[in-house]
């Protein structure tokens, strides 16, 4: 499975942005089967969970840093994830990775849990 990020971008603290996560065609599972998840890493530190949504019943989890300001989706008509961000603020500012894997352990939050990983799309937020 291949994973291509896309709607990263440079916006103003407050301002709102989506993220996109194209998932190609796999022979093991088709993507409704997939938990996916999203995660941001900045220089010199790990890698960060941000955001899961499990395969159907399509449950979600969070991380508290996060909660209440974004919203993770999919579309399994068009393999596709989504990271809806609203009010964003300077420490938003990363790398976002989106993450696929075939179990959904410990709510989507750890990154074994995933087996594939797109190339990660730069989210910059100026104050």
């Known amino acids: 499975v291949q994973l291509v990020e896309s709607g990263g971008g440079l916006v103003q603290a407050g301002e709102s942005l989506t993220l996109s996560c194209k998932a190609s065609?796999?022979?093991?599972?088709?993507?409704?089967?997939?938990?996916m998840g999203w995660f941001r890493q900045t220089p010199g530190k790990e890698r960060q969970w941000v955001a899961a949504?499990?395969?159907?019943?399509?449950?979600?989890n969070y991380a508290d840093s996060v909660k209440g300001r974004f919203t993770i989706s999919r579309d399994n008509t068009k393999n596709m994830l989504y990271l809806r961000m609203t009010d964003l603020k300077p420490e938003d500012t990363a790398v976002y990775y989106c993450?696929?894997?075939?179990?959904w352990g410990h709510g989507g939050t750890t990154a074994r849990s995933y087996i594939y990983w797109g190339q990660g799309t730069q989210v910059t937020v100026s104050s």
């Open positions: 065609e796999s022979p093991e599972r088709i993507f409704s089967d997939y938990a």
């Open positions: 949504i499990s395969y159907i019943p399509h449950t979600t």
């Open positions: 993450a696929s894997g075939p179990q």
